[in-house]
């Protein structure tokens, strides 16, 4: 089934092929959403640079997502957990700011650069089981004490029923400063600003090898022609395969589905959906949802930690999103689709040196709208001199699975399945 994001994205910039020799500051390996912001925060900051990409702009996990830009941070308790034995009065702060950075950016830059993709606010994090909701005041008690009164408050399972028409959940959390929005026109868009600064783009143009030459030359080969630069960034994600002997066994590859209804009237979108707000629930294998701008509900889930591709995501998905909104049933279902997110054991996003000239940033256990945007900047600024918050993300200690990829895969999906088991058992 096709694609609903390829499908809306509307009039957008083919890119050429490299077809010859190119120099540059940077060159970024990978125009997913890590790749197309780190461009920006460099183009912004004076760096000549060239993004290329094996297929286009946005091909990746980026453009098959669930467009939800959450607060919540993959792997912030285990950061938490190392930064208070190393900085103990920096590491709440710290993540903090990692959490809701992002939004910030990713709204800035929508106005500075008239990106047109649908932005809307507001989340509910829904209590799939009762013993959440202790947790969910915790959480709110939180961000009350950093001053997020009017943004994050506490639902009682009634206020949520109010807003969503589902027999589900027993309270939830609402929160307007989330965002939702077209992951691909953002992508696309954030490429676009970066090219009216100067930055080069090329799209089917596969990277096949990485050449360091010296500390400050490396050449970055692909079949038609060598990109020379001064630095790599690699935002390949889960879709890349470079420099293994740095980075092989730290990540590994989850399969996640979404697909897209039929087009609803607006009457149902607001009975189902009062408020117009995007949902998750507080499952590990979680169910994710939001209206779109054109009133289709996008509806994701069915991880296959596995990194397999799942059959019929369609077939797969429809008794959970039947048992969410009953009014549902027997919708007409006209976009479904797979994407790669990029899983990390301890969940702590990747970002630092492979080499001395090669940086990169991946790995944000399926969060990384906002954390893309967050790491982006942490890469600029050390390009430019200041490695302060690099190498804390250096610093943080991961897992290393000694084996390949597909074993290690198998590995999580072992882990990823007790989980489930876990939710449904209660
Ligand atoms: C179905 C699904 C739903 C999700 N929902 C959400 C959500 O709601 N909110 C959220 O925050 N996150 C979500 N995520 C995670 C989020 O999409 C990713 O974290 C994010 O898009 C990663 O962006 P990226 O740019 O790092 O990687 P990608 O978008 O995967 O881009 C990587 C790019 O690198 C290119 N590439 C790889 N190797 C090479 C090479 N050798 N040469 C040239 N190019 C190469 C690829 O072609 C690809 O375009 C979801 C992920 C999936 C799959």
Not at 60 to 72: D, I, K, L, M, P
Not at 201 to 214: D, F, G, L
Not at 266 to 281: H, S, T
Not at 298 to 325: C, K, Q
């Amino acid at each position: 089934m096709n694609n609903y994001y390829t499908a809306t994205v509307g009039t957008r910039p083919e890119w050429p092929t490299l077809d010859h020799d190119v120099t540059v500051d940077v060159v970024i390996v990978g125009a997913g959403i890590t790749g197309c912001a780190t461009a920006v925060e460099l183009a912004e900051r004076g760096f000549s640079v060239a993004l290329v990409d094996a297929h286009s702009v946005g091909w990746g996990a980026t453009g098959r997502n669930g467009g939800q830009v959450t607060g919540s941070l993959s792997g912030d308790n285990a950061m938490l957990k190392q930064l208070k034995k190393k900085k103990p009065s920096h590491a709440d702060q710290f993540v903090w700011d990692l959490r809701w950075r992002g939004h910030d950016i990713i709204t800035e830059r929508i106005h500075k650069y008239h990106i047109d993709c649908g932005l809307k606010t507001g989340h509910i994090f829904t209590a799939w089981e009762k013993k959440d909701l202790a947790e969910f005041e915790k959480m709110v008690e939180q961000a009350h004490t950093y001053g997020m009164q009017d943004t994050v408050s506490l639902l009682t399972q009634q206020a949520v029923h109010e807003r969503l028409a589902t027999p589900l959940y027993h309270g939830g959390v609402l929160n307007t400063k989330n965002l939702h929005l077209h992951s691909l026109k953002l992508c696309v868009g954030e490429a676009q600003a970066a090219h009216s600064l100067g930055a080069k783009i090329y799209e089917n143009t596969a990277v096949t090898a990485i050449e360091t030459i010296s500390p400050e030359r490396v050449h970055v080969v692909t079949r038609k022609g060598t990109l020379r630069a001064k630095k790599v960034v690699l935002a390949g994600n889960a879709y890349h395969r470079l420099m293994r002997l740095q980075l092989g066994g730290y990540l590994f590859p989850a399969v996640l589905g979404n697909l897209v209804t039929e087009k609803l009237s607006a009457e149902l979108c607001q009975r189902i959906n009062r408020d117009d707000n995007a949902v998750y629930d507080s499952r590990t294998v979680l169910d994710y949802y939001r209206i779109t701008h054109d009133n289709r509900l996008m509806f994701g889930g069915g991880t296959n930690y596995s990194g397999r591709d799942i059959d019929d995501v369609a077939s797969h998905l429809r008794p959970a999103l039947e048992a969410t909104f009953p009014a549902l049933k027997d919708v007409g279902i006209e976009y479904a689709w797979t994407g790669k997110a990029g899983i990390v054991i301890n969940r702590i996003p990747m970002l630092g040196r492979a080499k001395a000239q090669v940086y990169f940033a991946q790995g944000y256990s399926g969060h990384g709208m906002a954390t893309s945007h967050v790491l982006a900047e942490i890469l600029a600024t050390a390009l430019a001199g200041d490695f302060e918050r690099l190498r804390t993300f250096e610093d943080f200690w991961r897992w290393r699975m000694p084996v390949p990829a597909t074993a290690g895969s198998a590995l999580v999906a072992l882990g990823m399945r007790y989980y489930q088991l876990k939710d449904r058992l209660g």
